[in-house]
């Protein structure tokens, strides 16, 4: 069974840091690009960032290019979201989910509809 699991949520200051995890199980990496999108309250969902199934391309939204990375770590299953220089603007519920590609494609979709399996989510809230 297909599964994503986020964690490291949490509390931080303006300007502080957090790592988001994305566990993942019941399939391969090499097979799936991996999206991290956010929604805050009353907006929709967006991307924030995704990795393709080669795992060496990655696509960024403006807001957060050169704050927060993407990677992915093969062997645990799990894709990462490093965030720094966070802002109050970062608050929102993130969520990872896994889109089906063919193997190894350095392609990553910025649209919802090309992703059909979701995790729960984790909250960030950046705030003094």
């Known amino acids: 069974q297909l599964q994503l699991v986020e964690s490291g949520g949490g509390l931080v200051q303006p300007g502080g840091s957090l790592r988001l995890s994305c566990a993942t199980s019941g399939f391969s990496l090499d097979y799936y690009s991996i999206g991290w999108f956010r929604q805050a309250p009353g907006k929709e969902r967006e991307l924030v960032s995704c990795i393709g199934s080669s795992g060496d391309n990655m696509n960024y939204a403006d807001s957060v290019k050169g704050r927060f990375t993407i990677s992915r770590d093969n062997a645990k299953n799990t894709v990462y979201l490093q965030m720094n220089s966070l802002k109050a603007e970062d608050t929102a519920v993130y969520y990872c989910?896994?889109?089906?590609?063919?193997?190894?494609?350095?392609?990553?979709?910025?649209?919802?509809?090309?992703?059909?399996?979701w995790g729960q989510g984790t909250q960030v809230t950046v705030s003094s």
């Open positions: 989910a896994s889109g089906r590609t063919d193997y190894h494609v350095s392609y990553c979709s910025r649209k919802l509809i090309d992703y059909d399996h």
